[in-house]
């Protein structure tokens, strides 16, 4: 019993970990529970589906993609979506329906609402739902060859998919600000604990996991953020949403300069009595569950400790920033004890800048340009496809649009189609053993269906192979409760989504060709720029309060520079794989030194620069300021492709100003060595 209870403890905290929030876990139980209630009321609660095969199949995955592809901010936006879903699904299908009496005009009117279901990603969230539902329900009326007399049962299945999927989002699985806020507090508290097991009770250490787990943090501190701004913090846990963005990058930043330190310092300084106290009172801060009583006690002790250790010495400097984290902990862990405020929990409001994407690459707007992309891939898809299966084509045409869905660049659309061709190869193989092992039972192949969902949009934002996986063998599974499965069928599948693939990498590289690189160059430039932006708003007084949401702002930079890196970090044939992932971890440890200069900026009243009163620091400070922004100017033109000349070192040592003691200049000192860690990753990446 006792093995029992610590694996489920075990697989909770892992999910805690991988999952913050349980997200993922939601929007995929969400997703089941709409699929399987619809498929039940389309079939009269249980009777075979063979007498409404139309219906219960376009109803299915009209509940698939409300349920999962709805991404409006609030809930409130979320269910006018939903609802008005069925308007431009209702359209589809019936001009499906009309279009197939007239032959190959219902494939040329495909590649046309295919186009234009991209086109509308313009709009934001609304848009893109709007375009994917679209094209689910014309490619079902295609694939169910529907006429003029099917056209109600169609119907039936969207209002009856729409009305479920409101339904669950409304009143099964509603959203609960207040549970998703305490739990991604609990997933940021549980991925540090995992963080200072890697530095401090692991024998040897490893790098790479503790670089894993500082990104999960990072990660998950900007999921708060996100809720943020969706909800009230007041009227769910009790504080401001300011005072909770605070505790949250305060408990960040510290944890970061924590981890690191421990995992730099020598064995022995790790076990050195004032660095053991100091790490005891984190684990305790870290405890679940632990009360206000408990969490008060480890604040003052922290506080008290604190005045007694040395910064000069590299045991005292550890021993004070892991107390600092202890502190920072201790006080999140009390979110969520306080009486909420009465009232809506959450903001009805939209955010700025989500209601419409309107990037724009030389003069042709993103949305547009993949639109023209995904025409012309769909127009030779539907002709490639012809020659391999004159009654399957479509699904050459689906891949070769599906292949576009969050992709933009080559490199983007060469990995999305492989990664699809190699989940239906598996899924096609695996789902013809279930099936043939399930034989002809309805409520084993009606689990394997909603098992198979769920797997998969669990993993959509994880794995994009393993969902695709998941749904090709969910597919097998709604063949064989259909009664037309056959190995044929599959087969052809993977020839059609084989030939899509292609189809659509050609396009990504002929037609309005993105390159890769010249994506990510311009991500590093919008990087550095608001860094140094943030670095001369941290030296000013005007900009203090904004600080924490200007460093968000910077992560979300960092992150878009990370995607834009992906295509040449996964592709074996790329051209300087390695220098690139080196890139992205100097960058990162650009960041966390920036959170470590907002947060000494925000602790003070004051700029460095007025509080600074001696006259040597406030030279230095101003020299290196001037320093680091002529240095990332430099790295600016490099990455633009300009020749620059590597800075020499500084002239004068700064090490007697770091190590002078504190006094009316300690705030300028605090800022100092974040300063210097960016100025000198900088110059590394100028060398």
């Known amino acids: 019993m006792t093995r029992l209870t610590d694996a489920v403890r075990s697989a909770l905290r892992y999910l805690t970990i991988t999952d913050p929030g349980f997200l993922r876990l939601r929007n995929a139980a969400t997703t089941v529970a709409a699929l399987g209630l619809v498929m039940l009321t389309l079939t009269g609660f249980g009777h075979p589906v063979s007498h409404a095969v139309p219906a219960v199949l376009l109803g299915s995955y009209v509940a698939i993609q409300s349920a999962s592809g709805v991404s409006d901010h609030t809930q409130r936006e979320r269910v006018v979506t939903t609802v008005f879903l069925s308007v431009p699904a209702l359209a589809a299908v019936t001009l499906g329906a009309v279009l197939l009496r007239y032959g190959r005009v219902a494939g040329i009117a495909f590649v046309g609402v295919l186009f234009l279901a991209v086109w509308l990603r313009r709009w934001g969230p609304r848009g893109h739902a709007s375009g994917m539902i679209m094209y689910i329900a014309y490619f079902y009326a295609l694939v169910l060859h529907a006429g003029i007399s099917e056209l109600p049962s169609l119907y039936l299945g969207i209002c009856t998919g729409v009305a479920v999927t409101i339904v669950v989002r409304v009143f099964l699985l509603p959203e609960r600000p207040r549970r998703e806020i305490r739990s991604l507090v609990r997933a940021l508290r549980a991925q540090t604990r995992a963080g200072l097991d890697v530095v401090y009770r692991a024998e040897t250490p490893d790098p790479t996991a503790l670089q894993r787990i500082l990104d999960r943090i990072g990660d998950t501190a ?23 963005a605070k505790l949250v990058f305060e408990a960040q930043v510290s944890t970061e300069e924590a981890l690191e330190v421990l995992d730099q310092a020598p064995t022995e300084v790790r076990h050195l009595a004032a660095t053991e106290r100091a790490t005891a009172e984190f684990e305790a801060a870290l405890r679940p569950g632990s009360s206000r009583f408990e969490a008060t006690t480890i604040e003052r002790s922290a506080s008290t400790a604190a005045k007694t250790f040395d910064s000069s010495t590299e045991e005292g ?22 009486q909420p405020s009465p009232g809506r929990a959450t903001r009805e409001h939209a955010v700025a800048g989500t209601s419409r994407a309107t990037g724009n690459d030389g003069g042709v707007s993103a949305s547009t340009r993949t639109a023209i992309q995904v025409a012309v891939a769909a127009s030779i898809a539907t002709v490639l496809g012809e020659l391999v299966s004159p009654e399957r084509w479509y699904w050459a045409v689906l891949t070769a649009f599906l292949v576009y869905n969050g992709a933009s660049t080559r490199g983007e659309v060469l990995l999305r189609a492989g990664d699809r061709v190699i989940g239906t190869i598996g899924g096609v193989v695996i789902g013809m053993l279930l099936v043939a092992a399930v034989g002809n039972h309805p409520a084993a192949l009606i689990a ?18 393993a969902m695709t996986f998941f749904m090709t063998v969910m597919l097998a599974g709604l063949y064989g409760l259909l009664g037309e499965f056959s190995l044929d069928v599959l087969v052809v599948r993977i020839e059609e989504t084989t030939v899509g693939a292609i189809v659509g990498i050609a396009a990504a590289y002929l037609v309005l ?29 005007t900009a203090a309060p904004d600080l924490i949401a200007k460093a968000r702002a910077l992560d979300s930079d960092l992150a878009a520079v990370t995607a834009a890196a992906t295509p040449l970090v996964r592709d074996p044939m790329a051209r300087g794989r390695t220098t690139v992932v080196w890139l992205d971890c100097r960058l990162r440890e650009i960041d966390r030194a920036a959170h470590a200069l907002v947060k000494s900026a925000v602790m003070t009243t004051q700029p460095a620069s007025e509080v600074a009163t001696d006259t040597r620091t406030r030279e230095v400070l101003a020299t290196t300021v001037c320093r680091v922004h002529d240095n990332i100017d430099l790295l600016r033109r490099r990455n633009a492709g300009a020749r620059v000349t590597v800075p020499e070192t500084p002239p004068e040592s700064l090490a007697d100003v770091l190590q002078s003691p504190p006094g009316d200049g300690a705030a300028a000192l605090s800022v100092l060595p974040p300063l210097l860690c960016i100025d000198r990753t900088v110059v590394d990446l100028l060398a």
């Open 448 to 465: 394997l269906v909603l098992t198979t969902v769920f797997f998969a949009f669990y993993l959509v934002s994880v794995n994009y192979v």
């Open 317 to 338: 400097l550890a021993a004070l920033l892991v107390d600092r984290a202890a502190r920072a902990h201790a006080a999140l862990s009390c979110v969520g004890r306080e």
């Open 513 to 541: 060709a993105i390159d890769s690189r010249d994506v990510l160059t311009r991500a590093i430039d919008s990087y550095l720029t608001r860094l140094s932006d943030l670095i001369g708003d941290c030296m000013s007084a």
């Open 222 to 244: 900007m999921m708060i953020e996100d809720w943020l701004d969706r909800n009230d913090a007041d009227e769910c846990v009790g504080i401001s949403n300011s005072e909770l």
